[in-house]
């Protein structure tokens, strides 16, 4: 199973999000900030073509480790959100997974088929263990996603997360990899 190149739909595809994208991923965050700020630190983070270059840069230096990804969602050739794997960890076989997407590009099934391809890359062709989402209880589109992928909600950890001046709560879900016994 190839993990980036994927059709997600006739229209829409997962692919490669590189260093040598800094701008065009900078003119992403900036269009959207809005809508992912509530949700994800780096959108206050990645502010021009150097953060984001930066950014970029950190999941790149991580693949070659054999660690975190990060990748595009391009819908009709336009950035439109992205996926990553925020960690990947094989000795473990820990990795934690995240999708997210423009409003404009919502609505079309991209989040769920993005997580479960990626999901499906780690736990059948890396042969990962666990694969988590982690979410804060608020966020329910995210949750629902962990639900139509059938993630178990294993917890909550309390006040754990500390993001726009609050500690929030992160819900973590999984999926495990089916082991013979």
Not at 13 to 33: I, S
Not at 66 to 85: H, N, P, S, T, W
Not at 113 to 130: G, I, S, V, Y
């Amino acid at each position: 199973m190839t993990l980036i190149g994927h059709d997600l739909t006739d229209s829409a595809r997962l692919c490669p999000l590189e260093p040598w994208q800094a701008e065009e991923f900078a003119a992403y965050v900036d269009r959207v900030r809005p809508h992912l700020a509530p949700w994800l630190p780096w959108a206050h983070s990645v502010v021009d073509a150097d953060s984001a270059r930066r950014f970029l840069q950190r999941y790149a230096d991580s693949q070659a480790q054999d660690g975190g990804r990060i990748f595009g969602i391009r819908v009709d050739g336009r950035l439109e959100g992205g996926a990553l794997f925020r960690v990947f960890d094989t000795p473990s076989g820990i990795c934690e997974m995240g999708v997210w997407l423009s409003p404009e590009a919502q609505g079309k099934g991209l989040v769920t088929r993005t997580a479960r391809h990626l999901a499906d890359w780690a736990l059948n062709t890396r042969e990962m263990h666990r694969v988590e989402w982690r979410v804060t209880p608020s966020n329910t589109r995210s949750i629902a996603v962990a639900k139509r992928l059938g993630m178990q909600h294993e917890g909550t950890l309390r006040e754990s997360f500390p993001f726009n001046g609050t500690r929030q709560d992160l819900q973590i879900w999984t999926l495990l990899r089916a082991t013979p016994h």
